[in-house]
């Protein structure tokens, strides 16, 4: 059974960083497709990031280089880097993962129970 526990979320001012992570069990780690989402209050959970199992990425328009998403298939581990950090980044932050990009772009992985960021002005 696929086990994905996000951590590294936080309060930091506007313009500080912070780097999540998603430690993954159950799967074979380095063949699957992998992704972050968010959700911020009231509002859907939207797509932030996703990175292929041989580590292409792709980023949401929102993201304007500020985000990096990377894996570390030895670790098992999903890893996002935030840097930059706007107040309307505040949200809980999902990571998730699925043997196909489709399923996860169309968020049919599996999930974790997600980390909450939280960006202050």
């Known amino acids: 059974q696929v086990q994905l526990v996000e951590s590294g979320g936080g309060l930091v001012q506007a313009g500080g960083s912070l780097s999540l992570s998603c430690a993954a069990s159950g799967i074979t780690f380095s063949l699957i497709a992998l992704g972050w989402y968010r959700q911020a209050p009231g509002k859907q959970r939207e797509l932030v990031a996703t990175i292929t199992s041989s580590g292409t990425t792709s980023y949401a328009n929102f993201v304007e280089g500020r985000f990096t998403i990377s894996r570390d298939n030895v670790k098992n581990t999903l890893y996002l880097q935030m840097n930059s950090l706007k107040p309307e980044d505040t949200a809980v932050y999902y990571c998730?993962?699925?043997?196909?990009?489709?399923?996860?772009?169309?968020?049919?992985?599996?999930w974790g129970q997600g980390t909450q960021v939280t960006v202050s002005s």
């Open positions: 998730t993962a699925h043997p196909t990009m489709l399923a996860v772009v169309r968020g049919f992985g599996s």
